[in-house]
């Protein structure tokens, strides 16, 4: 892992006494509230329904046990005793009072953690595949990358006015965690054709929100050395040129869509070509100074397959499936990558509670190396387990509520938090999810629908991807009423896609019935070896629209 | 109120009609039909709209020895980025932001190349010089390398570097 | 807070705490927690009232995000917000009644 040096310390410290005095300030009166909000958003702090609302950054997802223990600490002193995990691989606390916030931030900056751009029209938190450094697919970890880019973007002087936020990320493995192109800039890292240098695929202008587009490759390949400069290019052009009379039109895929790629990209290799690349890039030596930090642990010599696991397989079903669904194929023989779902059927997808923190930070000393993931779809991750210590782990687990087995899993629902807790929500998210793991909470029955991804927003600013779920849902008001859209289709991976509406609004009682029609459509038409989504690729939207008509009939929709 | 990064200091420019005695600051809008005072670009500067593509004042800017840019808003960051590209053109006069910036914004304003703010009153009767000073010293070092500063996170990681390989060389 | 977008009478003044980011009522003598002691308006001119102790609060840092949300008045007098985002608003998540107003306050409460 990362570990800060004096420059890093010393700029989270200074940074914790700045929002101190903007706190001031804004007390006093120096500063207005129209000025406040944006530095208190680029801290993290949001104001929600009930309170503020704090965001701590995860960069790239990775953390620590000791970390993971001081965010333990914070939900218990300040807020009421939980985080909830959100889909960019940050913490959210819903009950901190800004009087505190800056404390908050002196513990975090005690444990190398911030609160820095994880809001506000400017640079985020930098996101990765959550199984870097592990995944049997990568070739290349991206967290280097990815920490250079996070410290490049920190309080950048010509990037924090931007016309709106832009976001970031990484992938280095052959199947796309991340979600590149559904990012402002997304960065797939490539092996030149012919040198075999590393480089990257960049694309931008992807987004979901309410115009949601997929990122588009302006650079087959771009010299790694060449990284910064290149960003550097993009964000002028996008910092000059973005709209800024209207906010919805103020990402930079809109830009994109209203400039055409080619000629947005024409600008940039232009404005790339002058710039003076030398005095932004970092050296060679920079980068590996990082990756040094990043170098695989020392991991054991171990056989690939464990007698001891499969002898508490065969004698335990529940925990074999468990290790079926969470597991994950490690790079290392005799290792392997676990999800904690924290997706109980009926609990709040996301939370999880102070005391599960330290439960889960224990069991990582114990069998992960102390490591510990935050993926986008709102699960923790221990990416360094003993195939011999699966089943003590397990039993750990399921002492801490924490063993369920439905990664990837119909029940495995990404939820924004909805109208429980945001000021911009339309509908409540957290509920819906709630109603529909109950409805599908038999896990045979699960494993029998397989591979399937449920995402939930609560408006069209889209915090709960539902435009990329398999199964889509989006909460909005009709006529003074929570009213439900269900899209298919959507597709996260690296042949991502937009869902397609299957039909009319529903009320909230009517989802869990319709979900489970649509589901049935898949169950009744699959083929051998076919998932939902490759069903759905293969017979369109129409029958699963026809089904839900049908459906319709019986129920009260809201139009 | 007029501020740079020593303090608060008197403005010695009017706006408007060209005048005997002050320097003359020249709106864009007007650039191409204001009467201009000889060939003096230290009596002579052009204040221009964060719209303007930079392209278009190049020709303008061995011609002056101020550009000022309009701010409309403190967080309409268009004109830091103008003003790289001003300095990258070769300006080496004195750059000027004009409008409600804030004092946290004032640091990345020297590092983008300006030299001095120009506050509307709105702004100058809550700010304080203080205020303003204050907030240049709010970090010791950044990752990014300013202008007219060569001291990045990275060039001192870069030196550290190169003065630990010759101790050992 | 704007007179053109005031919306139908009778109106409580609804905002957040700056400093604590609690919801907070507007009870005639000054901010309560608590939403049973929310005064309510139901002249233009008693709304009038609540909207400068908003503007003034707000001018002065106590509160942000202000706001005069419309309300019916249930069997014992009580306000209930009309929209379900505000009665959410003064209760507290519906899926953590552990939590807010909804736990604290727990007598009379709107239901969401
Ligand atoms: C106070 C709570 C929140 C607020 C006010 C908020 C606000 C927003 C807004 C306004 C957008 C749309 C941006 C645009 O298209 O320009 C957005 C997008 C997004 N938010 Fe949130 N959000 C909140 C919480 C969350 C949470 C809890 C998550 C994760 C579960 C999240 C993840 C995202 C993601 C992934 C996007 C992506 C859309 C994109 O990049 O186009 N947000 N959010
Ligand atoms: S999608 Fe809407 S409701 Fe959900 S967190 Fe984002 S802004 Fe809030």
């Given amino acids: 892992m990362y570990r800060y040096d004096e420059f890093d310390a010393g700029f989270v410290r200074e940074r914790v006494a700045l929002f101190r005095d903007q706190v001031q300030r804004r007390i006093d009166g120096s500063l207005t509230e129209d000025e406040f909000k944006p530095l208190r958003l680029k801290n993290g702090v949001y104001l929600q329904l009930h309170a503020y609302m704090l965001r701590v950054a995860i960069p790239y997802g990775t953390l620590s046990s000791v970390q993971l223990r001081q965010l333990a600490l914070i939900g218990e002193r300040y807020d009421r005793g939980y985080g909830h995990l959100t889909t960019r691989q940050n913490i959210q606390f819903n009950w901190p009072k800004l009087r505190d916030v800056p404390d908050i931030l002196d513990l975090l900056a005690d444990v190398e953690m911030h609160c820095i751009q994880t809001s506000g029209n400017c640079i985020r938190n930098v996101t990765a595949d959550h199984f870097a450094g592990v995944a049997a697919d990568e070739w290349i970890d991206p967290r280097p990358v990815c920490e250079l880019i996070r410290q490049w973007s920190t309080a950048h002087p010509e990037f924090s006015y931007l016309p709106r936020k832009f976001k970031i990320a990484v992938t280095g493995a052959s199947h796309d965690r991340a979600v590149v192109k559904a990012h402002d800039i997304g960065l797939r890292i490539v092996r030149h054709p012919d040198t075999g240098a590393h480089g990257f695929e960049v694309s931008v202008g992807g987004g979901l929100g309410r115009t949601p587009m997929i990122g588009k490759v302006i650079r087959d390949f771009l010299p790694q050395e060449e990284l910064l400069a290149y960003l550097e290019a993009v964000m002028r052009v996008y910092n000059l040129e973005g709209r800024r009379d209207n906010k919805y039109k103020a990402r930079i895929k809109i830009l994109v869509h209203e400039t055409g790629t080619e000629a947005l990209k024409a600008r940039i290799e232009h404005e790339f070509a002058q710039l003076d690349g030398p005095s932004i890039n970092a050296d060679p030596e920079e980068l590996a100074r990082i990756a040094a930090y990043f170098a695989p642990p020392h991991y054991e010599e171990l056989p690939a397959v464990s007698a001891r696991l499969e002898a508490a397989k065969s004698a335990n079903p529940v925990f074999a499936d468990w290790i079926d669904t969470n597991g994950f194929a490690h790079k290392v023989a005799g290792y392997r990558a676990i999800t904690i779902s924290l997706k109980g059927i009926g609990e709040i997808p996301g939370d999880i509670t102070s005391a599960q923190m330290r439960q889960v930070a224990d069991l990582a000393d114990r069998y992960s190396l102390s490591e510990i993931r935050v993926s986008h779809n709102q699960n923790l991750i221990l990416p360094n387990v003993k195939n011999d210590d699966l089943f003590a782990l397990w039993q750990g687990l399921v002492e801490a509520g924490l063993a369920t087995a439905n990664v990837g899993l119909i029940t495995d629902i990404i939820a924004c938090p909805g109208l429980d807790y945001c000021a911009l929500a339309t509908a409540r998210s957290i509920p819906i999810a709630q109603a529909i793991a109950k409805r599908f909470a038999d896990p045979a029955r699960q494993r029998e629908i397989g591979p399937l991804n449920l995402n939930i927003s609560g408006c069209i600013n889209a915090c709960g991807h539902h435009h990329v779920g398999q199964i889509g849902i989006l909460g909005l008001e009709k006529r003074g009423q929570e009213s439900y859209q269900i899209t298919l289709g959507g597709d996260p991976t690296e042949q991502a896609a937009i869902g397609e509406i299957v039909g009319p609004g529903l009320t909230a009682e009517a989802v869990p019935d319709a979900i489970e029609r649509l589901v049935e459509v898949y169950l009744e038409a699959r083929q051998v070896g076919e998932t939902f989504i490759d069903t759905f690729r293969r017979i369109g939207i129409g029958p699963f629209k026809l089904a839900f008509q049908h459906n319709l009939e019986g129920a009260d929709h809201v139009a | ?169 | 807070m704007s007179a053109t977008k005031r919306p139908p009478l009778p109106v409580i003044l609804l905002a957040n705490h700056f400093l604590d980011g609690e919801v907070v009522f507007w009870s005639g003598q000054g901010w309560s927690r608590n939403p049973q002691e929310a005064q309510t308006a139901s002249t233009q001119a008693e709304a009038d009232v609540l909207e400068e102790a908003g503007r003034l609060a707000f001018a002065r840092a106590e509160v942000v995000d202000a706001a005069l949300i419309d309300v019916s008045l249930s069997a014992d007098g009580q306000p209930v917000p009309n929209h379900f985002r505000e009665r959410f608003k003064i209760s507290g998540p519906s899926v953590r009644t552990d939590l807010g107003k909804q736990a604290e306050f727990a007598k009379d409460q709107a239901k969401g």
């Fill in chain 2, 1 to 169: 109120m007029l501020l740079d990064r020593t303090g608060r200091k008197p403005d010695l420019w009017t706006r408007g009609q060209p005048d005997d005695h002050a320097p003359v600051l020249v709106a864009w809008e007007e650039w191409n039909t204001q009467a201009r005072l000889g060939n003096d670009p230290d009596r002579l500067g052009v204040e221009i709209p964060n719209t303007l593509a930079i392209e278009d004042l190049r020709p303008v800017l061995s011609q002056v020895g101020l550009v000022a840019i309009r701010f409309g808003a403190f967080s309409d960051g268009r004109g830091l980025s103008q003003a790289r590209l001003i300095r990258r053109a070769g300006f080496t006069g004195v750059l000027r932001a004009v409008g409600p910036l804030i004092p946290d914004e004032f640091g990345f304003a020297l590092q983008c190349g300006f030299d001095e703010v120009e506050l509307p009153e709105s702004s100058a009767h809550r700010q304080s010089e203080d205020e303003w000073l204050r907030s240049l010293a709010a970090y010791s070092h950044t990752y990014q390398q300013g202008y007219r500063s060569r001291t990045s996170i990275l060039a001192q990681r870069r030196l550290a570097r190169l003065s630990k390989g010759q101790s050992h060389a």
